[in-house]
């Protein structure tokens, strides 16, 4: 199961878009954030290191990692506030595929969204991400 018309986790009260992206393998799509919109992922092909920040001014968690894998084997929604940095990388052999749900349709003449460099601290105050591989 994939969607429901009674996930309100998935759907919130606003429903923007449905967009997928596929990474090749050992690829890193990252650092973005958005001022408004909240992205919700779900890891649909491939194995995907989910990777979040939160760079937001005055919470509890600011300059704490989290990360989820998900994709083929684990399939498992993410729900990505507005202002947390967020990115990802394909960790498996082959490529992988994100579907994203944004609450936001994309406006491309004024797109919410900020990026910056995958292998630098995304801001002021912030911790650069280690994006290359450990074992465990």
Same mark, same amino acid.
């Given at each position: 199961?994939?969607? /429901?018309?009674?996930?309100?986790?998935?759907?919130?009260?606003?429903?923007?878009?449905?967009?997928? &992206?596929t990474?090749?393998?050992?690829?890193?799509?990252?650092?973005?954030?958005?001022?408004?919109?909240r992205?919700?992922?779900?890891? +649909?092909?491939?194995? &995907? +290191?989910?990777?979040?920040?939160?760079?937001r001014?005055?919470?509890? &968690?600011?300059?704490?990692?989290?990360e989820?894998?998900?994709?083929?084997?684990?399939?498992?929604?993410? &729900?990505?506030?507005?202002?947390?940095?967020?990115?990802?990388?394909?960790?498996g052999?082959?490529e992988s595929?994100?579907?994203?749900?944004?609450?936001?349709?994309?406006?491309?003449?004024?797109?919410?969204?900020? /990026?910056?460099?995958?292998?630098?601290?995304?801001?002021?105050?912030?911790?650069?991400?280690?994006?290359d /591989?450990?074992?465990?």
């Amino acid at each position: 199961m994939l969607l /429901r018309a009674d996930q309100a986790a998935l759907f919130g009260d606003h429903f923007g878009q449905a967009y997928v &992206t596929t990474v090749f393998p050992g690829v890193v799509k990252a650092w973005h954030r958005h001022a408004r919109q909240r992205d919700r992922m779900v890891g +649909l092909l491939g194995q &995907t +290191l989910l990777v979040m920040l939160d760079g937001r001014e005055g919470s509890p &968690t600011r300059g704490e990692f989290v990360e989820v894998a998900f994709g083929t084997r684990r399939h498992c929604l993410v &729900t990505i506030p507005a202002g947390v940095w967020h990115g990802f990388k394909n960790i498996g052999p082959s490529e992988s595929m994100v579907l994203n749900l944004p609450d936001v349709p994309y406006d491309g003449a004024s797109p919410d969204e900020e /990026r910056v460099d995958p292998h630098g601290p995304p801001g002021p105050g912030l911790p650069a991400y280690d994006w290359d /591989r450990r074992d465990g």
